[in-house]
């Protein structure tokens, strides 16, 4: 989820987000989560001069709680994502 995401992402404290609580729930490991972080991080990343301005526009309406226009896409951490190896993650 959305949520999900800007909470990895805007973790200064570098915590562990993805713990067993999270992993029971969801059904998902992080080794499952990663790969599809990263490419969801790259296509967030390549959002401003892509074929995806028109989701852009539409994600930028209050109907869609403005998603696209978040400071966090614009972020440093979310640029460091696409290469990162989600340290912060637990295993």
């Known amino acids: 989820t959305p949520i999900l995401c800007f909470s990895i992402i805007n973790n200064p404290c570098m915590k562990p987000v993805w713990t067993k609580s999270i992993q029971h729930y969801s059904r998902y ?10 490419k969801l991080a790259a296509v967030v990343k390549k959002l401003d ?26 972020s440093q ?6 290469e990162s190896r ?6």
Do not use: C, I, Q, W
Not at 51 to 58: L, T
């Open 77 to 82: 951490a979310l640029k460091s994502l696409t």
């Open 86 to 91: 989600f340290e912060n993650v637990v295993p």
């Open 29 to 38: 490991n992080v080794g499952e989560v990663k790969p599809v972080a990263k």
């Open 49 to 74: 001069n892509s074929k995806f301005e028109a989701v852009k526009k539409k994600y930028s309406h209050s109907k869609y709680a403005k998603m696209s226009l978040r400071p966090e896409l614009d």
